[in-house]
């Protein structure tokens, strides 16, 4: 049975999660976490468990599993969906909806269910496109009110989570879709991320000549998103593209229907904490867009605010194949946290013990 099948308990779960107004992720990530664990052989916890304090925690790509070891010398840690039993199988189902709302599950299932389409298309027989190929690992010790995290990473989804004294936080937070629009087959016509297409060039088409002279900052698109698998979010100078202040009305809407898109994929209690940093941003948010105006072309664009990042990409296959990703300048990986967690904890607190690796 295939990791997305037979969904809708768990989408009615993260409906009811996403919007009960409650602040429990963090006792849901545990639980979830908890009972994942006790589900697995000491031979598949010591794949899938680590250190709080381990760098791999900080190790993160949205390649196939297979090309890792290639780019890196290393492979892809964690436990594999492929390695676990069917039961295990629906607790790593749990685990990954306790850190998404509604849609952002529904996102990141169907993103691994393309893993079969790509299989069929590249007429692969060795493997390297496999929906289960979806690792799951888990830093120090799941508790509401502790210090761990938990990461979730394959082709295209890449996940992380941490929890500081029982506050949760989810970034970054990576999806990618190949192909972008499915255009053969009995599955022809899904686009697992049409929103943030469409939503980006929405914006880009409303915009006035004068106004998409400044927005668009480069002819040709950028080959992927800029800041990559970085540790740390950075982008070089000052922010480019058009001023939120320079926009009217409706166009300020469609710009935050468009940052709306990447904040509700997480839930109620970890998008509240991204809309506060839109809040926070007031008008100095900037949108730049690089590559072809009219649909079909490759394009990217970025939403760059002084606290986070937005950036999307559509090159690769013929302008069919997406990245996006958002990103927190000072929050990815819970650091912001941590650094608040660590700087009022007593001397030689707060380092969360792992029964891991």
């Given at each position: ?9 768990l989408f009615v779960a993260c ?244 940052v709306a898109e990447y904040i ?94």
């Amino acid at each position: 049975m295939r990791f997305w099948v037979s969904l809708l308990p768990l989408f009615v779960a993260c409906a009811v999660w996403a919007h009960d107004g409650h602040d429990h992720a963090a006792p849901r990530m545990a639980a979830t976490a908890r009972n994942f664990l006790a589900s697995l052989t000491p031979e598949q916890k010591a794949s899938a468990v680590f250190p709080f304090e381990d760098e791999e925690r900080f190790f993160w790509h949205y390649l196939p599993t297979d090309d890792i070891p290639k780019r890196y010398g290393r492979p892809r840690r964690g436990l594999t969906l492929a390695e676990m039993t069917p039961a295990q199988k629906r607790l790593a189902e749990a685990l990954l909806s306790a850190g998404l709302s509604q849609q952002g599950y529904i996102k990141a299932s169907t993103i691994m269910s393309l893993e079969d389409i790509l299989r069929i298309l590249e007429k692969d027989t060795k493997g390297r496109r496999n929906p289960e190929k979806y690792h799951f690992s888990i830093f120090g010790e799941p508790s509401e009110t502790g210090t761990w995290a938990y990461r979730i990473e394959g082709h295209h989804v890449s996940l992380h989570f941490t929890v500081v004294k029982g506050h949760a936080t989810g970034n970054p937070t990576f999806f990618g879709s190949n192909p972008a629009e499915v255009r053969e087959g009995p599955r022809a016509g899904l686009r697992v991320l049409a929103a943030e297409e469409d939503k980006g060039r929405a914006l880009l088409m409303a915009l006035t000549p004068e106004q998409r002279k400044v927005a668009i900052v480069a002819g040709k698109a950028y080959p992927d998103i800029l800041t990559e698998r970085s540790r740390k979010a950075a982008l070089a100078g000052q922010p480019s593209g058009l001023a939120m202040s320079k926009m009217n009305a409706a166009q300020r809407k469609l710009l935050l229907d468009l940052v709306a898109e990447y904040i509700d994929n997480v839930p109620s209690e970890l998008a509240e904490q991204r809309r506060e940093r839109l809040k926070a941003a007031g008008t100095s948010l900037h949108f730049a867009w690089a590559g072809v105006v009219e649909k079909g072309g490759p394009h990217y664009y970025r939403v760059q605010a002084p606290a986070f990042l937005i950036e999307y990409d559509n090159t690769q296959n013929h302008a069919n194949h997406i990245h996006s990703v958002w990103r927190d300048f000072d929050g990815d990986f819970g650091v912001d946290l941590l650094k608040e967690h660590y700087a009022t904890a007593p001397v030689g607190h707060g380092h969360s013990a792992s029964a891991g690796r």
